[in-house]
Nanobody, 122 residues
């Protein structure tokens, strides 16, 4: 049984930083993509970042240069380092894994966590 559990969300002032963690367990194939997507009432669902098993990283244009996705395979943990946060980054952030990155980008992955809320105030 695959499980993903996010942590590290919270409230922060604009310009601040946060680091999300996602501990994953279960039989996730090595070739699966891992990533993050977010949902907010104003913008709906939006891809954030994906990471391939080769280490290739892809980011939504709005977070490129501000967010960094990384992984500690030995610790079964996926990270999202976020800096220069703006109120537009507010939302529920989900950790996800799927055989195809477009399913993560489309916010419809095979597996996802329960989410962690990020609130950025101006």
């Amino acid at each position: 049984q695959v499980q993903l559990m996010e942590s590290g969300g919270g409230s922060v002032q604009a310009g601040g930083s946060l680091k999300l963690s996602c501990f994953y367990s279960g039989d996730i194939p090595d070739w699966y993509f891992m990533g993050w997507f977010r949902q907010s009432p104003g913008k709906g669902c939006e891809e954030v970042a994906t990471l391939s098993h080769y280490g290739d990283k892809d980011y939504h244009f709005s977070v490129r240069g501000r967010f960094t996705i990384s992984r500690d395979s030995a610790a079964n943990t996926l990270f999202l380092q976020m800096s220069s946060l703006t109120p537009d980054d507010t939302g529920m952030y989900y950790c996800a894994t799927d055989a195809y990155s477009y399913n993560i980008d489309g916010c419809n992955p095979e597996y996802r966590g329960q989410g962690t809320q990020i609130t950025v105030s101006s």
